[in-house]
């Protein structure tokens, strides 16, 4: 098979011709290809798979047990304090005893598993690269502007503040949808525990629209014949405030942490959290938005349910969000310009995921 490097390969014949197709990854996997084709493929450094040194506790990966939560102010202000750790030096935690059963987030990954199973044909109707829709399916957002595609499709759905209508969802992910929209008290107390351990008041975060906007991007990453050569998500960090993942018992999730990748571990009923980048440009980097890939596997496909709290997408929004004021000082000037949210995704979708930080260009 040819290579993307090959002078007689033409990789943006080959995306058209696939894309056209509306079936994704889980499209190539059905009609039995054992070859990954070339416009997949990843440089051998991206696909490094660095290995921790043994028994190091630096590496063990931050897991909150949130019970109690709301009965004892000395429970509280411990789990502050380890979620400003866990915040400040992996941008990365779980969280666990969270109050939502594991029936249910099992039937939320399973009506995502439903919905990319499905006959293809009932897929293929909501296939669309018009990303003003609320609701949409596709193959790799930016499939026509990443340096590698991953092997990975996605459906995803507006859920605030001007959410799909339930009918427009499609129906295996209708339980997805009425879950998440009903979650609002779930996501004000995240952004609190976030405010309180900026120092900030407890509705801080709350108050400047961080949690105002819901997306909701339910992944799905087909067993592959190659894994050595792709990636189900290339590195990248995510444009958003704040991110909450609900990931499979499969794993393959990995998080950039002191120059070593590390596996998030599939812990039953636990939910991944992690700092987005706007979260880290107003916070002045105190907060860090890490960079996470997702490794693509032989043996069986992967699920996840990701929750994007961000804002002003779908609607226009004038609000401007730079380093907040309050964590500023002459000893830590601010290092960011002020940018909407936007101008800071446009940045990220125009250059797709390339593993560069959208944070540079905002650089003071």
């Given at each position: 098979m040819a290579s993307t490097s090959h002078p007689g390969y033409n990789r943006a014949s080959d995306l058209k011709v696939f894309d056209d197709t509306k079936e994704g990854v889980k499209g190539l996997v059905d009609a039995g290809i054992t070859h990954v084709p070339p416009f997949?493929?990843?440089?051998?450094?991206?696909?490094?798979?660095s290995s921790v040194p043994a028994d190091d506790t630096n590496f063990k990966f931050p897991i909150i047990d949130l019970t109690g939560i709301t009965k004892d102010s000395s429970i509280r202000k411990e789990m502050v304090d380890n979620i400003r750790h866990a915040s400040e030096t992996w941008g990365f935690?779980?969280?666990?005893?969270?109050?939502?059963?594991?029936?249910?987030?099992?039937?939320?990954?399973d009506g995502v598993r439903r919905f990319h199973e499905?006959?293809?044909?009932?897929?293929?109707?909501?296939?669309?690269?018009?990303?003003?829709?609320?609701?949409?399916?596709?193959?790799?957002?930016?499939?026509?502007?990443?340096?590698?595609?991953?092997?990975?499709?996605?459906?995803?759905?507006?859920?605030?503040?001007?959410?799909?209508?339930?009918?427009?969802?499609?129906?295996?992910?209708?339980?997805?949808?009425?879950?998440?929209?009903?979650?609002?008290e779930a996501r004000k107390l995240l952004l609190e525990l976030l405010s309180e351990s900026l120092g900030l008041s407890t509705n801080y975060l709350n108050d400047i629209g961080c949690a105002e906007g819901l997306i909701c991007l339910c992944h799905y990453y087909p067993a592959c014949p190659q894994p050595e050569v792709t990636l189900g998500a290339s590195r990248h960090a995510d444009n958003d405030f704040l991110t909450v993942l609900l990931q499979d018992h499969i794993g393959g999730l990995q998080v950039l942490h002191q120059n070593y990748w590390i596996d998030v571990p599939p812990t039953p009923?636990?939910?991944?959290?992690?700092?987005?980048?706007?979260?880290?440009?107003i916070t002045n980097d105190k907060f860090i938005s890490v960079e996470h890939r997702v490794l693509a596997n032989r043996e069986r496909p992967r699920v996840s349910t990701a929750?994007?709290?961000?804002?002003?997408?779908?609607?226009?929004?004038?609000?401007?969000?730079?380093?907040?004021?309050?964590?500023?000082?002459?000893e830590n000037p601010p290092k960011y310009r002020e940018t909407s949210v936007q101008e800071f995704i446009a940045r990220t979708h125009a250059k797709g995921l390339d593993g560069v930080s959208a944070l540079v260009h905002f650089k003071l």
């Open positions: 997949f493929h990843q440089p051998p450094h991206v696909l490094d798979k935690f779980q969280v666990v005893n969270h109050g939502i059963p594991l029936s249910v987030l099992e039937e939320m990954n499905q006959d293809i044909e009932l897929r293929k109707k909501f296939y669309t690269r018009d990303y003003a829709k609320k609701v949409a399916y596709n193959c790799n957002f930016d499939l026509y502007s990443s340096p590698a595609a991953d092997w990975r499709d996605t459906v995803y759905f507006h859920m605030a503040p001007t959410p799909a209508a339930p009918e427009e969802i499609p129906a295996t992910c209708r339980y997805n949808y009425e879950l998440l929209r009903g979650s609002n009923g636990a939910l991944v959290i992690n700092v987005g980048d706007l979260l880290q440009l929750g994007f709290f961000t804002t002003g997408i779908m609607q226009p929004n004038s609000r401007l969000y730079g380093p907040i004021k309050e964590l500023l000082s002459e």
